[in-house]
């Protein structure tokens, strides 16, 4: 399978992923917003049971770059994940 080329714009749908890439996927994500100066990204998960959601969190809160992240109170409600990453 060839790699996806995803574009950096700050919103990351992993529902094009499975579970399984997303320990690589999510910090490499986030190095290439931060090379591209993008501090405020929008992780979309979906609802579902929560387990991709508790993943995501799981994974943001082992990240230096992350500075807080909370679920989007927006039309997506607790389907998407609003971060902010470190801007230094």
């Known amino acids: 399978m ?3 080329e995803l574009p ?3 919103i990351l749908d992993l529902h094009l992923f ?5 320990g ?5 994500y986030i190095e290439a917003c931060l090379e591209k100066e993008i501090y405020s990204i929008r992780i979309i998960h979906g609802k579902g049971k929560g387990v991709l959601r508790r993943t995501v969190h799981s994974l943001l809160d082992k ?4 500075v807080s ?4 109170d927006d039309r997506s409600s607790w ?4 971060v ?3 801007n230094s």
């Open 79 to 82: 389907g998407a994940t609003l």
């Open 2 to 4: 060839e790699p996806v």
């Open 63 to 66: 990240n230096e770059f992350v």
């Open 69 to 72: 992240y909370r679920l989007a």
């Open 18 to 22: 499975s579970p399984k890439e997303l």
């Open 24 to 28: 690589d996927l999510i910090p490499d």
């Open 84 to 86: 902010e990453l470190k």
């Open 8 to 10: 950096i714009d700050g």
